[in-house]
């Protein structure tokens, strides 16, 4: 455990005091839709967050309670109860707490507009997966280091994809379309299977089961059917053909599985790794470019190395904290011939 400099914590706290101080303060002064939802995006960014606008949710409350109390009370002239000096110095805390009032109003309003919107989020750990039965009869099939958010309403079903990968089985509703957003990419199903994946650059859809409508950016939108795919950029979206092969090592996980089909080692073992807290690494360039093929369990990467070991001249090392180095296997060399040989 790292020691922390005495104050270190309240020094954070008044931060996060400051920082929602000042963005109540452009909330108040009128902002635009898109800065009103970095604002919100900064008040669930951190659990801290969320218990000083709850703290600051009560304060308000006690606040109005106040208030109304005081409504009832008569006193006598202001001249008559203090001096001068006394006044100044009373108008300017009824200014600073007037704007303290304000700014607690518009915190309170956030709050409760956030927290009772019914936005759920859900998320795995490195190596979990998760079936989540959402309310309206869909499946949302969550991969490994994955996140997401679910908000339903009576006019809509909106899921929207943080990290990682997931896979839909979408409940028929035509009333209400289902969309689901990842980074520029908005795709939009009434009943259907889809999965979408995140990677570093691009978003990867397939479509297994009806059909989708897909938009990024200024885009127009694109229907992609079942046995297709897409590459969704910002502002581009490219249509690909998939063939049943593809479509099952795409989906694969669902299964808990890997399936590769000569992909190269550096490949492999990057799949691997969505699925490891501690790393598969190439030691050695000659690694690689080298392929291979075949189906192995997400939880048990032993099989996965004993077939790169066992195929190809690659030997494993195991580090001292469970990481995996592959290095490049040389042929032993033959005994050296002493003369004694015909």
């Given amino acids: 455990m790292q020691a922390s400099e005495p104050g270190s914590s309240c020094g954070n706290r008044d931060a996060i005091e400051a920082e929602a101080a000042r963005l109540l303060a452009r909330l108040n002064d009128g902002v635009s839709p898109e800065e009103e939802s970095d604002i919100c995006d900064w008040i669930e960014a951190d659990p801290s967050h969320a218990v000083a606008f709850a703290r600051a949710e009560s304060a308000w409350e006690a606040a109005e309670r106040l ?3 005081a409504a009832d009370i008569t006193l006598p002239p202001l001249q008559q109860i203090v001096s ?33 919107s019914g936005v759920d989020r859900y998320e795995t750990r490195v190596g979990e997966m998760r079936d989540i039965a959402l ?50 990419a908005l795709i939009r199903a009434v009943g259907t299977a889809f999965n979408v994946r995140m990677r570093p650059s691009i978003v990867e859809l397939t479509v297994t089961q009806g059909t ?25 979206i490219s249509l690909t053909h998939l ?13 808990q599985m890997v399936e590769l089909d000569g992909e190269t080692i550096e490949q492999a073992a990057g799949e691997f790794n969505r699925y490891r807290a501690t790393p598969i690494l190439i030691g050695d360039t000659r690694v690689s470019a080298l392929r291979i093929g075949g189906r192995f369990r ?22 001292e904290d469970g990481s995996i180095m592959l290095l490049y296997r040389d042929e032993e060399p033959m005994p050296a011939d002493n003369g004694q040989n015909p």
């Fill in 298 to 319: 997400t939880n048990d990467s032993r099989e996965f190395l004993s077939a790169l070991q066992l195929s190809l001249p690659i030997r494993a090392v195991t580090g």
């Fill in 84 to 116: 001068e000096e006394q006044q100044r110095r009373l108008s300017r805390n009824i200014m600073v707490a007037a704007a303290v009032a304000v700014m607690l109003f518009i915190v309170a309003a956030i709050v409760t507009v956030r927290t009772f």
């Fill in 135 to 184: 309310d309206d009869g869909s499946i949302l099939h969550l991969n490994s280091d994955s996140q997401a958010e679910v908000r339903f309403t009576d006019i809509g079903r909106k899921v929207r994809i943080l990290k990682g990968e997931a896979s839909f089985d979408v409940a028929h509703d035509k009333a209400r379309p289902f969309d689901v957003e990842a980074r520029s």
């Fill in 212 to 236: 989708v409508t897909v938009h990024s950016g200024g885009s127009m939108g694109q229907k992609v059917a079942a046995g297709s795919g897409a590459v969704i950029q910002p502002r581009r």
């Fill in 67 to 69: 208030k109304s109390a």
């Fill in 243 to 255: 063939d049943p092969r593809l479509i099952g090592q795409r989906t694969a996980w669902r299964d």
